[in-house]
């Protein structure tokens, strides 16, 4: 049920979030006339918006990942929210020890590190640490990347909701009205429409996902060798052009007012295509299950979680400059790694057989 290559991506997307926040690092605390070069600044402006794009990303994997679990016949929703809970607040709430305990050993009061590490609370309080550990009311930006998870627990929750209204729906037609609400929640600045819609891509996609493997197999049956490299090139090129549409229609000097909807509408379609390229494309599925891709994916969720406070400590105790860059780097695939075997890992064992254990309480 697993599609390898999407773990990959998946693992590929959590380096472009850390890639995108040690962007914000060297902007922040380095001046060069190469920096204002043309060239430059659009490297400078695709590598901001390479973070959000990968958490939109892990939004759309997640509505497709889970709704391909949950197609399974002998699928109990009782049983499974009890072992989604388990692995997403389990490791989050490790997550939450490790940053809280970074805070503690290693001041934040000082400032000029910067406005992104400067932006983080220096100080710890019991509400804080709460929000964090439930998501329920928020996050307290002690560790960022958690506002995703607050998303990422209501789909989990509201999963048959979604499969139950765009079962009845044409996939297509579901990714057009998701893309819709999208574009709505983006100009309207309403955090619900804007993201929770990104599931139902998902969604949409897993109930597509076995017709479009038939016609990819078919096509790919029927094509020289050379064809599907060509379109695994045309397609990134593509995916990627989608996902920079705001700028590639700077000059055409577009009402201000439609740019974020127009924005969202290309992201949502590159990513949905990346999505699609990454699964049936016989070289980029070779790429993204290749033995690296494979392991960032193992560790995916852990480079998420735990990169920040590591980036945010190395660069404090050893001051920004490109050595503490390349160790914060370093220490940040190190400290994944420990953590997802001693965490992570054993998380998803537990939620597991805690899966096992209340669907066979169920059944008996």
Same mark, same amino acid.
């Given at each position: ?8 991506? %998946? ?15 060297v902007?922040?605390n380095y001046?060069s ?10 490297v400078?402006r ?7 794009h990968?958490v ?8 497709l ?25 389990i490791?989050v709430?490790a ?12 001041? %934040?009061?000082?400032?000029?590190f910067?406005?992104?590490i400067?932006?983080?609370p220096d100080?710890?309080s019991?509400?804080?640490?709460i929000?964090?550990l439930?998501?329920?009311?928020g996050?307290s930006?002690h560790l960022?990347?958690l ?5 990422e627990?209501?789909f989990?929750l509201?999963l048959?909701f979604y499969?139950a209204?765009l079962?009845?729906l ?5 990714i057009?009205?998701s ?9 309207s600045?309403n955090a ?5 819609p990104?599931f139902?891509i ?7 996902w ?7 197999e078919?096509w ?7 064809v599907p490299h ?5 397609g990134v ?5 989608l996902?920079?549409l705001?700028?590639?229609?700077e000059?055409?000097?577009?009402p201000a007012?439609?740019m974020?909807?127009l924005?969202?509408?290309?992201? $949502? ?6 999505i699609?390229l990454?699964?049936?494309n &016989? ?10 891709a494979?392991?960032l994916?193992?560790?995916?969720f ?12 190395a $660069? %404090? ?7 503490s ?7 940040t ?5 420990v953590?997802? &075997?001693f965490v992570e890992?054993?998380?998803?064992r537990y939620?597991?057989?805690?899966r &096992? ?8």
């Amino acid at each position: 049920m697993r599609i390898r290559s999407l773990d990959g991506l %998946r693992g590929v997307a959590a380096v472009a979030v850390v890639i995108g926040h040690l962007r914000l690092i060297v902007v922040d605390n380095y001046e060069s006339p190469l920096f204002t070069a043309p060239v430059f600044s659009q490297v400078n402006r695709e590598l901001g918006m390479i973070g959000g794009h990968a958490v939109w990303l892990f939004f759309v994997l997640s509505g497709l990942v889970l709704t391909r679990f949950a197609s399974h016949p002998k699928f109990d929703y009782g049983s499974y929210v009890l072992s989604r809970l388990a692995r997403l607040y389990i490791p989050v709430w490790a997550a939450v020890a490790l940053s809280s305990v970074s805070i503690l050993l290693i001041p %934040r009061a000082a400032n000029g590190f910067g406005n992104w590490i400067d932006g983080h609370p220096d100080t710890l309080s019991i509400n804080a640490v709460i929000e964090d550990l439930t998501l329920l009311t928020g996050v307290s930006g002690h560790l960022s990347p958690l506002w995703t998870l607050q998303w990422e627990v209501l789909f989990s929750l509201l999963l048959v909701f979604y499969i139950a209204v765009l079962r009845r729906l044409p996939p297509l037609v579901g990714i057009a009205a998701s893309i819709v609400l999208i574009a709505i929640g983006s100009t309207s600045e309403n955090a619900f429409l804007r993201y929770m819609p990104m599931f139902a891509i998902g969604v949409c996609l897993a109930f597509a996902w076995d017709r479009m493997r038939v016609i990819a197999e078919r096509w790919g049956l029927r094509r020289r060798v050379l064809v599907p490299h060509l379109v695994a090139v045309a397609g990134v090129v593509l995916a990627l052009a989608l996902n920079s549409l705001p700028w590639l229609l700077e000059d055409l000097h577009l009402p201000a007012a439609i740019m974020p909807s127009l924005g969202m509408t290309g992201s $949502m379609l590159g990513i949905a295509l990346l999505i699609v390229l990454v699964g049936f494309n &016989r070289p980029l599925i070779r790429v993204f299950e290749s033995r690296l891709a494979q392991w960032l994916g193992v560790i995916s969720f852990s480079i998420y979680l735990v990169h920040e406070p590591v980036l945010i400590a190395a $660069m %404090r105790v050893g001051g920004v400059s490109a050595v503490s860059i390349g160790i914060g780097l370093a220490l940040t695939f190190v400290v994944a790694a420990v953590f997802a &075997r001693f965490v992570e890992g054993p998380a998803h064992r537990y939620s597991q057989n805690l899966r &096992r254990k209340t669907a066979a309480q169920v059944s008996a």
